[in-house]
């Protein structure tokens, strides 16, 4: 789903709003991961650098045991941050 205002001009856009994305999958390191958070806002300044809101999970079977593996992506597109954790704190 969409939010969006766009204005300004060809040579000085301006995105104000959000995109939310509903559901989907990603692979990240071979693994299938779904989305379960997925935000984009754009604040409408002359610098078009959106805001990043991005969560995404995975079921991963070992040896050890079954975990669950969440990947998040915050911050910006100029200045993301990215964050792997799991289940069991001895695999973070």
């Known amino acids: 789903a969409a939010d969006l205002r766009i204005g300004g001009s060809d040579l000085d856009p301006r ?3 959000e995109v939310e994305l509903l559901d989907g ?3 990240i390191f071979d693994r ?3 989305i379960t958070l997925g935000r984009v806002g754009f604040a409408g300044g002359a610098k078009v650098n959106p805001t990043l809101e991005f969560s995404a999970n995975a079921d991963v079977s070992t040896p050890e045991g079954e975990f669950n593996i969440v990947a998040e992506v915050a ?12 289940d069991d704190s001895s695999l973070s």
């Open 15 to 17: 995105i104000k709003g």
């Open 32 to 34: 299938r991961f779904e």
């Open 75 to 86: 911050g910006t597109l100029d200045d993301p941050r990215v964050k792997l954790s799991a």
């Open 25 to 27: 999958e990603v692979t």
